[in-house]
């Protein structure tokens, strides 16, 4: 299935997009697909400013102040808008715990006035960026991640067969993204000692502009309520630790509050409606809002599959991860 979009006569919003991923999808989609108009959503006129000095301006981009919270702000932000990339979030997981109220309000709360304003103002497509978080939660983050997920397939229903089309990406962890525990190896590093949770954890493990291009990928490919999953690679935190800070002494801390020794992308009960493709999965909606999309060259997976980091066939090697950190 491919549906390629004319990126050219497109106008495209993405909340969120002062942060990590919003300045490579920025970068990318200007660079190589020439929107007629993008807009950058987010609430810090800081970072708006800095990423305007770091070369990201341009004359088909417009940066808007607002907040998702603001549902009067994105319906003045969406007029005209055709495709919106949902990527605002609160995502520490210690900053969400310790603040639940502001978590639920931005990330689900968020999440509604998102679809609100976009059937609302006409929008075509809108894309939510998720987290393997958001899969079995144990965390308050990952439990509004998975709100916000069934806000956005169920969203399908309330925008009819008139579209807007709602749909989301689920991913790992993305290297070099705000929260990653890269900048603290290199940091503790330099003295030769760094700290590790846990020598059995791993996770799942993608670049910025992997996640970036898959995202751009599946708004072409979208037919509304699925969750697409890509296939990517597992890393041990032991081989990040060497990548990273090879030959340091290690001390275990013990596993934080909230945090997973391994991650999942997709569950077991959700492998019933999940078909597999060559290198991504495509999680069904359970409920049909309009004609079954066509994804005929999918196929589906053996009872009691699960997608898990530490069941995965693919893994990165300290030498792979090394140049993915950009230390090799």
């Not at 108009?37 to 070369?55: A, G, N, V, Y």
Request: with cysteine; charged share 25%.
């Amino acid at each position: 299935m491919n549906n390629q979009i004319d990126w050219e006569s497109q106008t495209v919003l993405i909340t969120g997009g002062t942060g990590s991923f919003g300045k490579k999808f920025t970068e990318i989609v200007l660079r190589d697909y020439h929107p007629n108009k993008l807009i950058i959503f987010s609430r810090d006129e800081l970072k708006q400013h800095e990423m305007r000095m770091s070369s990201l301006d341009h004359p088909s981009l417009r940066y808007f102040i607002g907040d998702v919270r603001d549902r009067e702000r994105l319906y003045r932000a969406m007029n005209g808008v055709d495709i919106v990339v949902h990527a605002a979030a609160l995502k520490q997981i210690p900053s969400c715990e310790y603040n639940p109220f502001e978590a639920i309000k931005t990330n689900i709360w968020g999440a509604k006035n998102v679809i609100d304003a976009a059937i609302d103002q006409g929008v075509k497509k809108v894309m939510a960026v998720s987290t393997d978080k958001a899969v079995n939660p144990i965390n308050l983050y990952g439990a509004t991640k998975l709100c916000a997920e069934k806000l956005l397939v169920q969203g399908n229903s309330y925008s009819g067969e008139g579209g807007p089309w709602f749909s989301c990406v689920r991913y790992g962890n993305v290297v070099g993204s705000r929260g990653s525990v890269i900048p603290v190896f290199k940091k503790q590093g330099e003295t030769g000692k760094i700290t590790v949770t846990d020598e059995r954890m791993t996770r799942f493990w993608l670049t910025l502009e992997q996640g970036v291009r898959f995202v751009i990928r599946c708004i072409e490919q979208m037919q509304g309520g699925e969750v697409f999953v890509p296939k990517i690679p597992s890393m041990r935190i032991m081989d990040l630790a060497e990548a990273v800070a090879p030959g340091c002494e290690i001390e275990f801390i013990g596993i934080r509050p909230g945090e997973k020794l391994h991650e999942v992308l997709i569950s077991c009960d959700e492998s019933r409606y999940t078909l597999e493709l060559e290198d991504m999965f495509v999680i069904q909606p359970v409920h049909s809002w309009r004609k079954p999309a066509n994804w005929s060259q999918g196929k589906p997976l053996p009872d009691g599959f699960k997608y898990a980091s530490d069941k995965n066939a693919w893994w990165l090697t300290i030498e792979e991860l090394r140049q993915m950190v950009g230390e090799g």
